[in-house]
């Protein structure tokens, strides 16, 4: 009886909604666009932040790490990856972790084919698959044995590498490939699940055994080693906290020229991987749920007014026999038929807001991360449009009173003068508060965000990316195992580029500025306690710190203000040099010349190096740093590595800088073959990448923020548009009397905009709230503007008044004899 009620009610509600086909599009458009924008963001939101990650007990899995501290009990500027000595004491000295093992990212040269092809890869310590909980699909995972030299020559594959690189060859166990000028054997394949990076924001296809000599492992100034452990069961991270402390405190009491001010921070591995993108998602997802909630309010008003305008019916079966409950299913039924509508259209379009967010905030993303519509996605879903759904059946019922039916008779018929609804006047007006001082919200953040990127897109770089080519070299550990060399092989590169038609100027460069993934190390000035071997580097100011070759300074234009510039003669055995920028200068000697003063750096704290030049400012550390960080360069000849970043600046008359990619190409192969090109690119495209995610946020809010505003203005016309047409005898009768067109203007528009300015000032306290939250995502400028805020004031109320202005002049032209006549 139940379902064939049901089936009644849903066959009777679609023929009523077929017959107000401009009602129906018009809700279905506002709970598709509010449902699918929230369903899209959500789904993100899922993946990343809510989903766990796809091993065994992530939830006992945590990043260890070190901080420095700048004062007892302050709070630490970064956190850093920790020493392999302090490494070796964690896990020999804790009683919270199952299992703890290190690891280090970065790329091996697969050789022995046509050509070098560059692998992100990882070695790790034999724990580290254990730590994990995962297995190999073939063969077996590391060996203790296998963490000394000269036994590390093995390797485990991806199964993605697997698949692409050898074809799924089931014979691959055994198989001898060439990594980094060295013969590896591989001996395991990893399965098809591990997609998850346990470092940001790389995803590795390789792993080999992190081998270290006895001498290695006991340094304890340079933390290069990314540490992560499993919980023992029933330990929480609080627990391992507090153990951690005690751990890193009895370290600096036992080494305090290296550990004194150094802590040990316990994060959540899933914590840890989704830190930067966190905050945005939860602010987009916010956005979007302002929107839903605008559009739950416009839903509601459609669905308020609507049933005001069936009031008759509704008295009518009330006066048949109809009861309460019997009309709130049948109003139920056209809300379920409506949600339903309007969620499947929203899921729909969330399939495409999903593929479009994914595509520009895929380097914001742990890569790796898949993205979509499942059950949790779906009962979210499903949760948000049941709702919408209430909101929609409940909104008429207050009407469906058996008190009502004579007076609503009465009314229809023309025997009383309609009377306002006091109660449908305050529903209203309460709708308008709520959307207006949401859309204010919106719009404010959505200005902010605008007002941001622009900042940020104006900011200086210094280095003049136009014309401006960058490739990443790595060399083999294997077959340039000595410093010397490593500089050698630079050299011989740079040499060779600086020979080619169209090539202005080439170097050499450990970091670029505007990346945003500078680095830092502790300095003391010469005579400082450091140089005595009496302070560790946490207790030390930081400064921004690059590597670079003679001639950098030309290729990325980077001013020399006095002194000299790197030279030839700036090798291994020479006086130890370096450049500082202008903010550096001022800082440490803000009363004299910085040039001929000295320095010494904690991981060499014997080495006293000599300022020989003073360079200008420039964002070491990415765009979004509001004041150029002091910089200490250091030149490649003294301090050579593996990896550095090759830049070559074209010549004014080439047209792009990309042209120059197969000759550069050919320059460094000449020199070795087996060494790739990595991430070639201009600089403009660093830039542009660093500003997508940005410009995206911005767009999104944009969006939302359009979308909050139309809305309002749509609800803000058509609540004035029935309190108008309810009170249009009134209008009548006050013309009849004598008051003119503009005051019975002036009368509605000020009773209109009284909801709108008190959702304003509601809106303003909001953000007031807001403001620490907002600021997070702002570059250069206040989340409390007074130009701005008043700007984005100033339209919603125009927009109202607008909206207002249109009923008000319509009720006005109305003659008195017709509107009495009705």
């Not at 598709?32 to 796809?54: D, E």
């Not at 304890?220 to 751990?247: C, F, H, I, K, Y």
């Amino acid at each position: 009886m139940a379902i064939e009620t049901l089936t009644q009610d849903l066959r009777h509600a679609l023929r009523t909604l077929r017959k107000s086909p401009g009602f129906v599009a018009a809700t279905l458009g506002i709970l598709a666009l509010g449902i699918g924008a929230n369903t899209a963001i959500f789904s993100v939101v899922n993946a990343a932040l809510l989903r766990p990650l796809p091993l065994s007990a992530p939830e006992r899995l945590v990043k260890v790490s070190q901080e420095p501290f700048r004062s007892a009990g302050g709070a630490a500027s970064e956190v850093l990856a920790v020493s392999p000595a302090d490494f070796e004491e964690f896990r020999a000295g804790n009683r919270v972790f199952s299992a703890m093992a290190s690891y280090r990212s970065g790329s091996c040269t697969l050789t022995g084919t046509d050509r070098p092809e560059a692998i992100p890869a990882a070695t790790v310590s034999e724990s580290f698959f254990a730590v994990l909980g995962v297995q190999p699909r073939l063969g077996r995972i590391f060996t203790a044995a296998e963490e000394e030299p000269g036994h590390d020559d093995v390797v485990i594959l991806s199964h993605a590498l697997w698949q692409s690189r050898f074809g799924g060859d089931p014979r691959i166990l055994g198989r001898v490939i060439r990594l980094d000028g060295r013969q590896n054997t591989v001996v395991g394949v990893m399965g098809p699940d591990l997609r998850v990076p346990s470092w940001y924001p790389t995803i590795v296809e390789l792993w080999k055994p992190l081998a270290a000599s006895l001498r290695e492992r006991a340094v304890r100034n340079v933390r290069n080693r990314s540490v992560v452990a499993r919980l023992r069961p029933g330990v929480s991270p609080a627990r391992a906290q507090a153990e951690m402390d005690l751990l890193a405190a009895r370290l600096a009491r036992r080494y305090p020229a290296e550990d004194r001010g150094w802590g040990a921070v316990i994060l959540p591995l899933h914590e840890y991987l989704v830190r930067r993108v966190r905050p945005v998602l939860l602010l987009l997802l916010a956005a979007v749920g302002f929107v839903l909630l605008i559009a739950c309010a416009n839903v509601a008003n459609l669905i308020g007014v609507r049933s005001l305008g069936r009031s008759r019916e509704m008295a009518i079966r009330s006066a048949l026999g109809a009861s309460r409950l019997r009309l709130v299913r049948q109003l139920g039924a056209e809300a379920l038929l409506l949600t339903v509508a309007g969620a499947g259209l929203g899921l729909y379009l969330a399939r495409f807001g999903v593929a479009l967010i994914v595509g520009v905030l895929g380097d914001e993303l742990p890569r790796g991360l898949v993205v979509h519509l499942d059950l949790r996605v779906l009962a979210f879903t499903l949760g948000i449009s049941l709702l919408v759904g209430s909101i929609v059946a409940l909104a008429p019922s207050r009407s469906l009173g058996r008190r009502d039916i004579v007076r609503t008779l009465r009314r229809s018929a023309g025997r009383t003068g309609s009377d306002g609804a006091l109660g449908s006047r305050r529903t209203g007006s309460a709708l308008v508060v709520l959307e207006v001082t949401l859309s204010l919200v919106l719009l404010l953040g959505a200005t902010l965000t605008l007002r941001s990127v622009q900042n940020l897109e104006g900011v200086e770089p210094g280095l003049e990316p136009e014309k401006l080519l960058t490739a990443t070299l790595v060399v083999p550990a294997a077959q340039y195992p000595q410093p010397a060399e490593q500089a050698s092989f630079f050299d011989r590169v740079l040499e060779r580029v600086r020979a080619l038609p169209g090539v202005d100027a080439a170097a050499a460069t450990d970091a670029l500025a505007v990346s945003d993934f500078g680095v830092t190390e502790p300095v003391s000035i010469t005579g400082g306690e450091v140089a005595s071997g009496m302070a560790s580097g946490a207790a030390l100011p930081q400064v921004a710190s690059t590597l670079i070759s003679p001639g950098a300074l030309r290729a990325l234009r980077i001013p020399l203000r006095s002194g000299r510039d790197f030279s030839a003669a700036d090798g291994p055995h020479r006086p130890a040099v370096v450049l500082v920028s202008e903010s550096m200068a001022r800082r440490f000697w803000p009363r004299g010349n910085a040039l001929g003063q000295r320095l010494v750096l904690p991981r060499e704290p014997h080495v006293s190096r000599e300022v020989v030049g003073i360079v200008g400012d420039v964002p070491i550390l990415g765009l979004r740093t509001t004041q150029p960080p002091p910089t200490l360069y250091r030149p490649l000849a003294q301090d050579p590595s593996r990896g550095m970043v090759l830049v070559v600046r074209a010549e004014s008359r080439l047209g792009r800088a990309e042209s120059l990619t197969p000759a550069v190409a050919a320059a460094v192969h000449a020199v070795d073959r087996d060494v790739p090109l990595q991430d070639v690119g201009t600089l403009d495209t660093i830039v542009e990448g660093v500003l997508a995610s940005d410009r995206f946020n911005m767009l999104l809010l944009a969006i939302f923020a359009a979308l909050a505003l139309l809305l309002t203005a749509a609800g803000i016309y058509s609540v004035l548009a029935y309190r108008v047409g309810q009170r249009k005898q009134e209008i009548s009768v006050r013309m009849a009397l004598g008051a003119q067109l503009r005051d019975v203007l002036r009368w509605i528009v000020v009773e209109a905009m009284r909801p709108v300015l008190l959702g304003l000032a509601i809106g303003f306290a909001a953000t007031l709230a807001l403001r620490r939250t907002l600021a997070s995502f702002l570059f250069g400028v206040s989340p409390t503007d007074p130009a701005l805020a008043t700007a984005v004031a100033l339209l919603l109320a125009a927009v109202a008044l607008l909206a207002s202005a249109g009923p008000a002049y319509q009720a006005a032209r109305v003659a008195p004899s017709e509107a009495l006549r009705e």
